[in-house]
């Protein structure tokens, strides 16, 4: 849900050419290490360096520069808006959010080291001991490796058609890095370089346990924690289970052919078997003034599992997002006072899966605004009234859409009296062909 712009900040991928420069640094014993770094990772991924990564180091002080600049020139305002105002009429972020300065202070907290795609240059901060900079290095470089056979800046930039893709190539990007530096660590220990299971529970542990130890990202609405997380927890689990059915392959492979959604990552047999997410049509409400689109986009596995473990419970939200076939919204300004209409619809697999979720979702508006009243509820409908104005939540077969944010009672009336005339068919939609079980075992890793 988050644009292109964020993610790419969050993920710290686009960061110009920063302060320290390699004279000073010659002499670091990390830096040292640079070359045995790139020639082990050649060794197990099989793609050779083609030109030395220039280096540098960073004090906190001058990354939040950094970052500030960087974010200046590259968050264009209307895209903080648009990212902000969506989160915002989800529920996901309290209604004073501030993306921006959260995105800043977020990095700021969190940020060891980053690779800038854009500059071809590796940064390392003053923040770590040598043994914890050696393995740093090991995943940055890896960014190098990768970015000198596959040009990141495209693969992040130009490659993704929509949020929820951005987000699983983020994951390619992190996951694949996250698995070569544990790989790295078994390498340097004389074992296989072949992160075991615990190396990867410890992953998925400690991305929450770590909270503790960071207070701003501990502070931050779940969804931005998540979205701060997943391409290295996920991320790190699908291309392992890449690596196990196809061996050194994958290294070429994630890239050459990459995962187009969330649910892809999160289900790798998805990814093998090419399901990916549907693109359901909005229906044609019409709504009374003049209008303007702020944004629109699409809506992952992902995003539901946040937002169902927002509002409704863990379990639940485990058990109902992966039936999620696709899901598209588009926001509104209406009239001179701009006021925010969400538009809203998402596919499911069966028409009983869409129907758990629209009592979920019933969940979701009570919890999501301070006054929530309904004026209509059925098996198939909810109506009534929040805080953007009224609203109307309909089922359709398969199909969950919601209109949220229109202006007064008759005009409510009028739109849940005549429902648009493109609004889905009120029947379960044609299965496409299941997903491999993700609980049998991936054949064995090729030599």
């Known amino acids: 849900m988050v644009s292109k712009a964020v993610a790419l900040t969050l993920a710290c991928c686009l960061f110009s050419s920063g302060a320290s420069d390699k004279s000073k640094t010659s002499n670091d014993p990390v830096f040292q290490q640079l070359d045995h770094i790139v020639k082990t990772l050649s060794g197990i991924t099989g793609l050779e360096q083609k030109r030395a990564v220039p280096y540098g180091r960073m004090n906190k002080r001058q990354l939040h520069q950094f970052l500030a600049k960087r974010m200046k020139s590259s968050m264009k305002p209307d895209e903080v808006h648009a990212d902000e105002l969506s989160l915002k009429l989800f529920g996901l972020v309290p209604t004073d959010f501030d993306l921006k300065q959260s995105t800043l202070d977020l990095l700021t907290e969190q940020a060891a080291a980053f690779y800038d795609y854009q500059e071809k240059k590796l940064f390392l901060l003053d923040t770590s001991s040598f043994t914890e900079e050696e ?12 970015d000198q056979h596959f040009d ?3 693969f992040m930039e130009e490659g993704p058609t929509n949020d929820d893709e951005n987000l699983a190539h983020s994951a390619v990007v992190e996951g694949q ?3 070569l530096m544990m790989a790295y660590q078994l390498k340097q220990s004389g074992a296989e370089p072949v992160p075991t299971p615990d190396m990867l529970k410890q992953v998925t542990e400690g991305s929450d346990s ?6 701003v990202l501990s502070a931050s609405p779940l969804y ?3 979205s701060l997380l997943f391409p290295y927890v996920e991320g790190t689990l699908f291309f392992d289970a890449v690596y196990r059915k196809l061996g050194k392959e994958s290294f070429a492979a994630v890239f050459k052919d990459p995962p187009v959604d969330s649910s892809q990552i999160i289900h790798p047999d998805r990814y093998f078997a090419h399901i990916a997410a549907t693109k359901p049509a909005l229906p044609a409400w019409k709504l009374d003034g003049s209008s303007k689109k702020v944004t629109e986009g699409d809506m992952g596995e992902f995003d539901y599992t946040i937002l169902m473990t927002v509002f409704a419970d863990k379990e639940k939200a485990a058990h109902l997002a992966p039936h999620l076939r696709g899901s598209q919204y588009r926001i509104l300004e209406m009239g001179k006072e701009k006021r925010p209409v969400l538009e809203y619809i998402a ?5 009983e899966h869409a129907k758990e979720y629209l009592a979920v979702y019933k969940q979701v508006l009570q919890g999501k605004w301070k006054a929530c009243e309904f004026l209509t509820g059925t098996e198939t409908e909810l109506g009534g009234r929040g805080d953007i104005g009224y609203f109307t939540t309909r089922l359709e077969g398969a199909y969950v859409t919601s209109l949220e944010g229109i202006r007064d009672k008759e005009e409510w009336a009028r739109i849940s009296k005549d429902p648009p005339a493109n609004a889905p068919p009120a029947k379960q939609a044609a299965p496409k062909e299941a997903a491999p079980d993700t609980a049998k075992a991936v054949p064995a890793a090729k030599s």
Do not use: F
């Not at 393995?135 to 990768?146: M, R």
């Not at 596919?347 to 028409?351: A, K, L, M, V």
């Open 177 to 179: 890095a996250t698995w």
């Open 210 to 215: 770590n909270n503790a130890l960071y207070p």
């Open 347 to 351: 596919e499911w697999d069966t028409p």
């Open 135 to 146: 393995i740093t290095l090991a995943h940055e470089l890896s960014h190098a490796l990768v």
């Open 152 to 154: 990141m800046s495209k």
């Open 224 to 226: 931005i924690q998540r």
